[in-house]
């Protein structure tokens, strides 16, 4: 049987990509044009990190600029901030998009648990300015059982907080989720009303949308026609030109099954079409994609960055690159 990544290729023409540097693409203002790059692991050797990305084919990278399971914000290394920034800049890597920790709860009830993912998320903004990051994305959290209303308000009322106090050149992005348990964001009004409170920011708040989380929350983009209807939802409700940043991610979890678990493109269940309609929308055109799909290992637990090339082909040839 044809996979789906045999199904994407077929008739590209195009050799598997060897790890030279990739031909630059034209420069362009951060969240215009067609950006293609992945999440890289840094392993606290973030130059490296840039000089593989540019290596497989991205001309944009998302990193952690911390512990993305810890509370504990990141030491102050300005040195190794300035270095990755050049780095970057040097490689062609725009846009530079920073993923918050995972335990940033603003939702949350717990006064000591909403006040660290303030503090968190506010070191997050400031790291990211020293990376020469354009936005940070973060989930929005859960709220516990107290109600959707209760746990936006908390959102709304951090980021009240946050973002007078954090550098203005880098964006706070709010990235949808699947909507298990008491989680927020799956639902594209709840994301629209947070950013509609905020008129004064609306150069610096936007949104992340995950594919992955797209399906998993029911959200149905498995054909064209589907597709559309739920791109004429996030228009509806935030405004396309407020997504700044597609997160790339098949997932073998079934529609609706509100379970976040990445594949690779083209070893999931997520149809091509549905990828490809929204890849191509013209009214996307501006936001980055990003990969966050496993990596392959070799025998001795080593990144197949051969395979991760070929991961980017895949994603430029649904984007029509």
Known sequence: MESNTEKILQGSGEAEPALTPASPLPPADPFSGRRVGRHMPTYSRPVKAAKIARQIGCNAIQIFAGNPTGWRPPADNLAASTAFAKA????ELDPVVIHAPYLINLASPDEFIWEKSIVLLSSMLQRGAQLGAKSVVFHTGSHRGTGVEAGLARIIEALARILPETPPEVMVLLENDVGAGGSLGHNFEQLGSVLHLFPQYATRLGICIDTAHLW??????????????VLQQCDDAFGLERLKVIHLNDTKMALGS?????????????????????????????AAVLLETP?????????????????LLLAKKLMGL
């Open 88 to 91: 970057a800049r040097d490689l």
């Open 216 to 229: 998993g929350a029911g959200h149905d983009i498995s054909s064209a026609t589907s597709t559309l209807q």
């Open 258 to 286: 509100h379970r976040d678990a990445h594949a690779r493109i083209g070893e999931g269940i997520i149809p091509e079409e549905g990828l490809y309609t929204l890849l191509r929308d013209p009214r996307l055109q501006h």
């Open 295 to 311: 990596i392959k290992t070799d025998a001795d637990d080593k990144e197949d960055w051969e395979h991760d090339a070929q991961q």
